[in-house]
C-alpha cells in the first residue's frame, strides 16, 4: 500500500530536549516537504528537498533541520524545541513532476512545554 | 514567487446547499492545480485536480475549472452533505529552478449543519 508514515504521531516534550520527527515513503517520490498546521494561519511549508541530499528552506525554517540522505526518508530535527513550535506536523511526498498528487502523512502532534 | 488565495472561512451551509469556495494562484511557470480536503484527525489527501487551462477535475460531486484567464480555480458542489464538513486546501505544482514544486492556500473550513 502507498504510503507516507510519521513517527511518533503525539510527542510531548520539554523545551531544549532534541527531538526527531521521522517521515517515510514507499512510493519512490524524489519531492519530499515538511509542513506545520496552526489553528488560522493553514499549511505552513518548513523545509522542502527536491532530491537525496537537495535540501531548502521554506517559509518557517527557523528552528529546524532536516536531512535526505536516503531517498525513502526524510527526518525533521528540532535541536531545541521551544513552546512556540507546539504544533501539528505533516511530511508529504510526490513525484517531481507537476501533474502529480502529493501524498501526506497522518500527522504528528507536537507539544513542548 | 508562486502563491495562492482562498477565501477565508469558516465556510457555514444547511445541507443540500450550493458550495463556492474561492480560489485565485499567481504563478510563474505552467501549474497543475489542486484541491485537498483534510477532515477531522487526519492527513490531507487529493480531491481532485486540473493539469492545463480550461481542465475541469470532479469527485465525490466536488468540481473545479481550471481558468488561466481569471488565474481561478474555484471549488464547487452543488449539494452538500453534513459529511462534507472538512477543512479544503487549494494548492499548485509549478517546478523550475527556484520553485517550490508544491504550494497551498491557507485553507478553508467548511461546516455543514443538518
Known amino acids: 500500500e502507498a504510503q507516507v508514515t510519521q513517527n511518533p504521531r503525539y510527542l510531548i516534550t520539554v523545551t531544549g530536549k532534541k527531538l526527531t520527527v521521522t517521515c517515510s515513503q514507499n512510493?519512490?517520490?524524489?519531492?519530499m516537504s515538511w509542513y506545520r498546521q496552526d489553528p488560522g494561519l493553514g499549511l505552513r511549508q518548513i523545509y522542502y528537498?527536491?532530491?537525496?541530499?537537495?535540501?531548502d528552506k521554506g517559509d518557517v525554517p527557523e528552528g529546524y533541520k532536516v536531512s535526505r540522505k536516503e531517498k525513502r526518508n526524510f527526518p525533521l530535527i528540532l535541536e531545541s524545541p521551544s513552546p512556540n513550535q507546539t504544533s501539528l506536523y505533516f511530511c508529504?511526498?510526490?513525484?517531481?513532476?507537476?501533474?502529480?498528487?502529493?501524498?501526506f502523512g497522518q500527522g504528528t502532534r507536537l507539544t513542548v512545554v | 514567487g508562486d502563491s495562492v488565495t482562498q477565501m477565508e472561512g469558516p465556510v457555514t451551509l444547511s445541507e443540500e446547499a450550493f458550495l463556492t469556495i474561492n480560489c485565485t494562484y499567481t504563478?510563474?511557470?505552467?501549474?497543475?492545480l489542486f484541491w485537498y480536503v483534510q477532515y477531522p484527525g487526519e492527513g490531507l489527501q487529493l480531491l481532485l485536480k486540473?493539469?492545463?487551462?480550461?481542465d475541469k477535475g470532479s469527485n465525490k460531486g466536488f468540481e473545479a475549472t481550471y481558468r488561466k484567464e481569471t488565474t481561478s480555480f474555484h471549488l464547487e458542489k452543488g449539494s452538500v452533505q453534513v459529511s462534507d464538513s472538512a477543512v479544503y486546501f487549494c494548492?499548485?505544482?509549478?517546478?523550475?529552478?527556484?520553485?517550490?514544486?508544491?504550494?497551498f492556500g491557507s485553507g478553508t473550513r467548511l461546516q455543514v449543519q443538518p
Open positions: 508529504a511526498s510526490k513525484y517531481y513532476r507537476e501533474d502529480t498528487e502529493a501524498f
Open positions: 512510493m519512490n517520490h524524489e519531492y
Open positions: 528537498s527536491m532530491n537525496v541530499e537537495v535540501t
Open positions: 504563478a510563474t511557470g505552467y501549474p497543475s
Open positions: 486540473a493539469t492545463k487551462a480550461d
Open positions: 494548492a499548485l505544482s509549478d517546478l523550475g529552478k527556484g520553485r517550490r514544486a508544491l504550494t
